[in-house]
Structures are given as structure tokens and as C-alpha cells.
């Protein structure tokens, strides 16, 4: 046998060795990995390359989470179905996305909440599904760049509190970061229970 049909031999093998551990599960992303955190996930759950399904304990949203990413279990709190926060990062240093999310969700707008609500400042809103979200970009040292972002459901009290801080460099492809935090964004889902809703809404 040749040299280059030894090569692609040994190329066809490695990508069939390859799929093979992806398949059966003895390749795993970060998350997937991550006692704690993979109890979010659901398994094969269709989404897009380095998401999975993430789903919350309090059964009231679900979004995409990146499988780099590890949740904290130490910072962890939920209150039943009524509020959830949590923070994940990754170690990894050299992807645009790397950094740390932190997540709050509540059920309901106390009077606090909705006052610093009122007082953001979006630079740009976005329309997901059933909900309406709204967005701000901030760079710090020049070093990371940090979005927040408010989803709100359209059709009851629920939200979503974010932050993302995301390392940042001249080398830092701005407009794929900022894809890749909208992503996540759109594709977060407030749990539709009709006994949540106000008829303030309909």
C-alpha cells in the first residue's frame, strides 16, 4: 500500500473512531461531563453545533446551553417554581465565547425588579418566541465584553436576567460573539402553564 492510501486509510479511521465515541457516549463536552450540570440536559435533544437542551428544575423555561460551560452547583438557588439563579464558565481561554453566564430567573416582578427594569438602558431589542428581549453591550479594560439582557415572556410576569462576560482580545471576532449570546437568547422559552397568566395579558 502507498503512502497516501495509508493516509487515507488512517484518516478514514480516525473519523470513524471518532463518531463512533461521540455515538456511544465516551466522548462528552464539559457539561455533559459535569455531574451537576448534565442533570440540566437533555440528552440528543436536537439544537444547533455546541448547545444542548437545557432545562430548568423549576419546569418554568428551557433555553440552549453551550457545552463548553459548567454550572457552579455551589452557586445554585432555586425557590420551588418560583425563582432560579446560577452561574457557569468554562476554562477554555482561546474560544471567542469563553467566559462566565450568570442567569436569573423569577416568576413573578417584585417592586425592586421592576424598577431596575424600568431604569435599562438596551441598546437593541430583540423579538424571540413569545417573548420580548432587551439587550446592552459594555466593554471593560478592554479585556471582556459584557452583555446583559432582560427575556421577557409576552404573555405573563416571567423573566430572565442575564449576563455574560466574555473574554476579549484584538484577535476576538466581535460580531460571532455577539451571535453566539443572541442564540442563546432566542432560543430561551418560558414554559406555557395557564394558571400563571393574567388576564392582563390576553
Do not use: C
Request: hydrophobic share 30%; glycine share 4%; no cysteine.
Amino acid at each position: 500500500m502507498d503512502r497516501k492510501k495509508a493516509a487515507s486509510v488512517a484518516g478514514a479511521l480516525v473519523i470513524a473512531v471518532g463518531i463512533w465515541l461521540f455515538q456511544s457516549g465516551k466522548f462528552k463536552s464539559e457539561a455533559q461531563a459535569d455531574k451537576f450540570t448534565s442533570t440540566f440536559l437533555v440528552d440528543h435533544e436536537q439544537t444547533d453545533n455546541g448547545f444542548e437542551l437545557f432545562t430548568s428544575d423549576t419546569n418554568q423555561y428551557s433555553m440552549w446551553f453551550p457545552l463548553q460551560y459548567v454550572i457552579h452547583k455551589s452557586s445554585y438557588k432555586s425557590s420551588e417554581d418560583e425563582s432560579e439563579v446560577w452561574t457557569a464558565s468554562t476554562k477554555e481561554n482561546d474560544s471567542y465565547n469563553a467566559g462566565k453566564i450568570t442567569a436569573l430567573f423569577s416568576k413573578k416582578k417584585s417592586k425592586a425588579a421592576q424598577k431596575k427594569m424600568d431604569a435599562f438602558q438596551p441598546d437593541y431589542m430583540l423579538k424571540g418566541k413569545n417573548a420580548t428581549i432587551y439587550v446592552k453591550k459594555q466593554t471593560r479594560d478592554g479585556k471582556h465584553s459584557i452583555y446583559h439582557a432582560y427575556v421577557n415572556d409576552d404573555y405573563s410576569s416571567k423573566y430572565i436576567y442575564y449576563t455574560f462576560e466574555l473574554r476579549s482580545s484584538e484577535q476576538t471576532n466581535s460580531t460571532k460573539q455577539q451571535y453566539w449570546v443572541e442564540k442563546i437568547l432566542l432560543n430561551t422559552q418560558f414554559q406555557k402553564n395557564s394558571a400563571d397568566y393574567s388576564a392582563e395579558f390576553f
